[in-house]
């Protein structure tokens, strides 16, 4: 008999595990960027067992940023970035009852990667996890119950346990969503509604082609955002659109990531002038909106019915924060560039970070989808990848 366990029992984010070639300078530059401070590490014995060493950082919202790097080659990390430049290789969520949400994902016949893992700390903490596999190649997500465990996590060591503490860069309100690219969204987003129970919340299309039909190239996008209802936790999801498949910015992200992935996770924050002031100061790139797209903005804000905002709009177009919303609800979001850009070099890859600021519009910035579109084109172009895609184009 089915038991009636209908639900993933998603709590929030624990943390994000990124893979990286380079432990010392991924460390270094999201403490830099974002504020982020180191908080564990993990220990000889961990490090010896698994073939990996990580560092974990109090990230966006205190949610943990684990920085993992291999030791050895057959280690998961390794296998990961032999096959794909550095980037996120697991979200990890906490769940309200791991037992419960493993009858779920079984359920669903989902693809466990290991058994439960049961771990007692001596204070009477616990610590339940599992973890599967998805739809998006080699990233896996990672379920979590823990009470009072005394480390960050097993085979970890605490560096600094103060808890609570603020990002002095803002980022306090953790990760507002996370965004995948695949060359077909479908498998990844019914993987998110069979295994996961999530649902439909948002969908666009967009394409060059749309606004400029006559210029015989182009790129398009669409986008599907799923979530779970429960804990509110959304997930974008990007497919390249035809025609000019090849030229969208999404095939480009899977042929440079080797595969579908994490594109970008976005932090929310309530201040974006003062977070991106500082994010900048740090020597961290944006992506830019072009003239055109602050010369059109008055136009736009009355089109969508918002008549002011609290923000001063010449500091918000200095800064090259983009505007959407409607009804008199808004939201302000920039983009950074990827962080091969960011490291300067090609094996750091091309996840990239958002911040976004929501002034009661939940939506994900329609307006603003065409805006980021046509400033990674820009990129894009700039490293005379356009050119290579059309030649690649035309032998379709
Ligand atoms: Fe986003």
Same mark, same amino acid.
């Given at each position: 008999m089915k038991h009636e366990n209908r639900s993933l029992g998603l709590v929030n984010y624990h943390s994000i595990q990124y893979f990286s070639r380079d432990l010392k300078s991924c460390v270094e530059w999201h403490k830099k960027t974002f504020g982020f401070e180191e908080i564990a590490q993990s220990s000889e014995n961990w490090e010896k067992r698994h073939g990996m060493r990580s560092v974990v950082l109090r990230g966006a919202g205190s949610i943990g940023w684990i920085i993992t790097e291999p030791i +050895? %080659?057959?280690s998961t990390a390794g296998r990961y970035l032999s096959t794909h *430049? !550095?980037?996120?290789?697991f979200l990890n969520f906490k769940v309200k009852n791991l037992k419960k949400t493993v009858e779920f994902l079984a359920d669903k016949k989902a693809a466990f990667l290991y058994e439960i893992e049961n771990h007692k700390s001596l204070n009477d903490g616990y610590w339940y996890e599992t973890a599967i596999a998805t739809a998006l190649d080699d990233v896996g997500f990672r379920f979590i119950e823990e009470s009072q465990y005394d480390q960050f996590a097993p085979g970890f060591k605490w560096i600094n346990q103060e808890k609570n503490k603020h990002n002095s860069f803002g $980022?306090? $309100?953790? #990760?507002d969503h996370v965004t995948c690219n695949g060359r077909s969204m479908h498998a990844i987003t019914e993987f998110y509604r069979h295994c996961l129970g999530f649902e439909q919340y948002w969908g666009i299309e967009f394409h060059t082609n749309h606004h400029k039909p006559d210029l015989g190239t182009g790129s398009g996008l669409e986008s599907i955002v799923m979530w779970d209802k429960e804990s509110g936790i959304k997930f974008a999801t990007n497919q390249p659109l035809a025609p000019y498949f090849n030229n969208s910015q999404i095939q480009i992200y899977v042929e440079d990531n080797r595969g579908s992935g994490v594109q970008h996770i976005a932090f929310g924050t309530k201040n974006i002038i003062d977070t991106v002031s500082k994010i900048r100061n740090k020597g961290a790139v944006f992506l830019e909106a072009s003239d055109k797209y602050y010369e059109q903005l008055p136009a736009r804000m009355s089109a969508m019915k918002l !008549? %002011? #905002? %609290? +923000? *001063?709009f010449n500091i918000i177009k200095e800064n090259n924060i983009l505007l959407d919303g409607s009804n008199s609800k808004y939201l302000l979001q920039i983009f950074m560039k990827e962080q091969s850009v960011q490291l300067q070099k090609k094996e750091a890859g091309p996840f990239f970070y958002e911040i976004i600021q929501r002034e009661g519009d939940e939506s994900f910035g329609e307006g603003n989808f065409k805006a980021l579109f046509d400033s990674i084109e820009k990129q894009q172009v700039s490293e005379n990848r356009q050119e290579m895609r059309e030649r690649v184009d035309s032998l379709c």
């Open positions: +050895e %080659k057959n *430049p !550095d980037g996120v290789a $980022l306090d $309100l953790g #990760i !008549d %002011k #905002i %609290k +923000e *001063p």
